[in-house]
């Protein structure tokens, strides 16, 4: 058994086919964990409850599958109880921004050295297609979101990344499942940080999403490297915008376009550690 | 000469009523007198009514007379709205400031008009030292001993208050020099060492420090803030794990993820804190995570009246959340009690892998009581959580079905024991299972490694004869009115009286004692009866069963339980 498979419990998933849940896990397990060297019982995951929250089970680390919402609390807990251990808490976007969103700001301010990662698919995909807060915004007639179609999502998006920007989070990052490989180096990157992170992972939900929305953002997505352009509109050939990870007021920018206009992918903001 | 006097202090927040009532209370406790406290405030933050009654004892922590021997006022105003809790009898000696009373209120023959603010100003200059003016005052009437310069040795807060205002006490002590009070003068104390002074919120905290509980999350709520904020000095200066939650929720979540590194971590809160709290003490319960929580009982429902007792948090205890969630609820009585009974709740939450509800209420928390230091240094063993070995270790199962249903905990971050838990329906593993069969046995496991509790003898307290056939039963600060209402009637030989600490799972003993019955009393305070209806749930209770329960809000009284209590005699 190679080291990498020691990560891996012996559990069957319960995803879809294709999930992006499946590359985060393999992000988990092939590249982050063994990359580290963090030894199985030196890591703990905290989840809440949501299809990517089953992703305890399938770690071979000290895992607990807890309550909708929660598992950012739960977290801090165990952190702050025992500093040596890697926490990572993972949820959805019900869990972070909605139900538990109440917890996402103190966790900011508190900057425990945990690590939290939104499986954001755009829709509470367990309960079967109900719209959540990051579900996109349409207008009634404007265009079907499948199984939303005679109801469409009538509030505007909930923006918990830029508002964790703008409450000064440590770290944060915004990765894409289809691209595991540099999911895990965000990942990777999030862990090491001192203080807290927080990466939001775009998602396709295969079977509650409309197909138009994660094409949109896979042809939209740009990645973000460090000194060179960003694509945002005020940034030209003439005067680029270079990719600083330390500017605040840059990381707001990037966090505060639209998901569907330009999806930013790589490390917003990385303030000082602790 | 008095073995017993009770004081009462009146007046607006700011005149210093509870300042006296604790200085004298100090003064006092450090003659060797025993004392009980209660605390009577309203609903603002400053300027509202604020009132304290001492109850001063030669021989034990007596609860306070229903009517005080000697009241002291500052303010009428305010008084009238403590009335209630503060009633004047004709025979109490009332010494009050400057302002008459209003109509309203009928003032007892041996009432003195006092200048304790004209005083305070002449020799300090302000009035704010009026309270050390009644202070000096109350020394002489009661002819306390000598106690200040004792006192004023040791280095404290209080004694150098005291210093700062020795003129205002010396002043008060010359006050009313014409008129003797022989009939107010304090027996010495039978026994002169010194006694603690401390409330149950101090003693939970005290008591936690002392069993080694490292981590505690809370969030403010009156009655129980106090407990969280001596936790904040105890553990704050990196001695522990100390955080203020963005609300009950978190504050609980937290407690269990620290749990889960082994960390013996608690939370304490009140009625709508332990609202929140439900789903995770449900999470606790199914995935077997030791916690305690202590909820210090206030008047509900919803905000009710968020400064006063009550005991209508049984039903949310023992049941609170959905499904079948085993979980111990244990209440304390007394002061001692808050003390014993939290180690005792972090021995079983920890052996058994459960969360523990410490229900206290508002009359213990907050009310303080001087008593003899060696409550505090009482053995008291505490059983440690079982932690994998031997055969556990080499497959560790989480939930492995052993003979007592009792699986070794490993806590995260211990090597070779690495498990996944979850609150989702689980096999021995910790895996989700939705095996019915195994959901069965995963059930029986957890409510029946506490069957064991249902024998704890020693935590269900007897008074009386044996042979008596008339009984009481009640708990938490209500059983001390009823004990004191019963010696008061002389009718300790006729009328026994049990009071269960372990609420939940209900100890066979209470079913033994209540057999025992021809008559029984039940004495709570809740309007929906919620003792007596837990009761009747599990145990066959004689068919002239009568019930005393009343909303919370005043404390009972001995007129008050006189009633019902004569009745049952009879």
Redesign the interface.
């Known amino acids: 058994m190679s080291e990498a498979s020691n990560y891996r ?1 012996e ?1 069957t998933p319960v995803w879809c086919p294709g999930c992006g849940n499946f590359a985060l896990l393999n992000a988990l397990t092939k590249i982050v964990l063994p990359n580290l060297g963090i ?4 890591a ?1 995951i ?1 989840s809440g ?1 949501g299809c990517s929250s089953r992703i ?2 399938y ?9 909708h919402g ?1 598992a950012v ?10 500093p ?2 890697t926490v990572v808490a993972i949820g959805g976007d019900g869990d972070f921004f909605s139900i538990g969103a ?2 996402l700001p ?1 966790a900011v301010r ?1 900057n425990v050295n945990i690590t939290c990662i939104m499986v954001n698919n755009f829709v509470y995909a367990l309960t079967k297609g109900q719209t959540s807060p990051t579900t996109p915004y349409r207008q009634r007639g404007e265009g079907p979101f499948l199984s939303l179609q005679f109801y469409p999502p009538v509030d505007p998006v909930l923006d918990m990344v830029s508002y964790s920007v703008s409450t000064g989070a440590s770290f944060i990052a915004q990765g894409i499942s289809t691209d595991p490989s540099h999911l895990a180096s965000l990942i990777q990157e999030a862990v090491k940080h001192k203080g807290f992170s927080f990466v939001n992972v775009l998602t396709p939900c295969l079977t509650f999403d409309p197909p138009w929305l994660f094409k949109t953002i896979k042809e939209k997505v740009s990645y973000l490297k460090e000194g060179e352009p960003v694509g945002l509109p005020d940034s030209s050939p003439e005067q680029p915008w270079l990719h600083d990870p330390s500017n605040i007021t840059l990381a707001l920018k990037l966090a505060q376009t639209p998901v569907l206009e330009k999806p930013h992918i790589g490390i917003l903001f990385r303030g000082k550690e602790l | 000469m008095r073995n017993r006097l009770t004081i009462g202090i009146a007046g607006a927040g700011g005149d210093g009523v509870v300042v006296l009532g604790s200085l004298l209370q100090r003064l006092a406790a450090s003659q060797g007198y025993f004392s009980q406290m209660p605390r009577y405030y309203g609903p603002q933050i400053r300027g509202g009514a604020s009132g304290i009654k001492l109850s001063l004892d030669t021989t034990r922590a007596s609860v306070p007379a229903d009517v005080a021997d000697i009241m002291i006022c500052f303010n009428w105003d305010k008084y009238a709205e403590l009335q209630q809790e503060l009633p004047l009898g004709t025979d109490s000696v009332v010494f009050y400031d400057s302002a008459a009373p209003t109509a309203t209120i009928t003032l007892p023959e041996k009432s003195f008009q006092v200048a304790f603010s004209e005083t305070s100003k002449e020799v300090t200059g302000a009035a704010s030292a009026k309270n050390i003016v009644a202070l000096g005052l109350l020394e002489r009437v009661l002819a306390l001993p000598e106690s200040l310069s004792k006192v004023a040795a040791v280095e404290d807060e209080a004694s150098a208050l005291l210093e700062r205002n020795r003129l205002a006490l010396n002043a008060g002590k010359r006050l009313l020099s014409k008129f003797p009070f022989p009939d107010l003068k304090l027996s010495p104390s039978r026994d002169a060492s010194p006694k603690v002074v401390l409330h149950g919120n101090s003693a939970i905290v005290q008591a936690a420090i002392r069993v080694g509980c ?2 505690f ?1 809370g969030y403010p709520i009156t009655p129980a803030s106090e407990i969280m904020e001596e936790m904040q000095e105890r553990l704050g200066q990196g001695n522990g ?1 100390f ?1 203020q ?3 009950e ?2 504050a609980v ?11 013996k ?1 608690m939370t304490a809160t009140t009625g709508p804190g332990l609202d929140l709290m439900t ?2 003490i449900g ?1 606790a319960s199914g ?1 077997e995570i030791p916690v305690v929580i202590v909820d210090v009982q206030r008047c509900g429902p919803a905000t009710g009246i968020p400064s006063k007792s009550e005991q209508s948090d049984i039903n949310h205890a023992i049941y609170g959340g959905h499904g079948d969630a085993p979980r111990v609820v244990i209440a304390p009585y007394d002061l001692e009690g808050c003390y014993r009974l939290l180690i005792e709740s972090f021995s079983i939450s920890e052996y058994y892998q459960t969360p523990v509800i410490l229900l206290s209420d508002q009359r213990l928390g907050q009310t303080t009581v001087a008593t003899n230091s060696s409550m505090l240094e009482t053995d008291c063993a505490m059983v440690e959580r079982k932690r994998p070995s031997g055969e556990y270790r080499e497959q560790y199962h989480r939930y492995e079905m052993t003979d007592d249903y009792i699986s070794p905990m490993a ?14 329906a689980h096999n021995e593993k910790g ?2 299972s939705f095996d019915f069969a195994n959901n069965q046995r995963m059930h029986e496991k957890r409510w029946q490694k506490l069957a064991p509790l249902r024998d704890r003898d020693e935590l269900v307290k007897v008074f009386g004869k044996e042979e008596a056939r008339r009984g009481i039963v009640s708990f938490g600060s209500s059983a001390q009115f009823v004990l004191e209402t019963v010696e008061y009637l002389g009718l300790q030989d006729e009328v026994k009286v049990c009071i269960p600490e372990l609420i939940h799972p209900l100890p066979r003993r209470l079913g033994s004692f209540v057999d025992s019955l021809e008559r029984l009393l039940v004495v709570e305070m809740s309007y929906s009866a919620q003792l007596h209806h837990y009761l009747r749930s599990q145990i066959d209770l004689p068919s002239g069963t009568e019930v005393y329960a009343r909303a919370g809000g005043m404390a009972f009284s001995r007129k008050e339980l006189s009633g019902p209590i004569t009745k049952l005699a009879r």
């Open positions: 419990t559990v030894p199985r019982h030196q703990l905290v409850i305890p089970g770690v071979d680390t000290y895992g607990f599958n807890s309550l929660r609390v739960i977290a801090q807990g165990a952190k702050l109880a025992r040596e251990l109440g917890h103190h508190r | 490292r981590a999350f794990v955080l939650a963005e609300d929720i978190a979540g937290m407690a269990l993820g620290a749990s889960l590194t082994g960390a971590s789903e995770m999470l995935a806590s995260a971050g211990d090597e070779g024991t690495v498990y996944q838990m979850t609150g989702l895996r989700p």
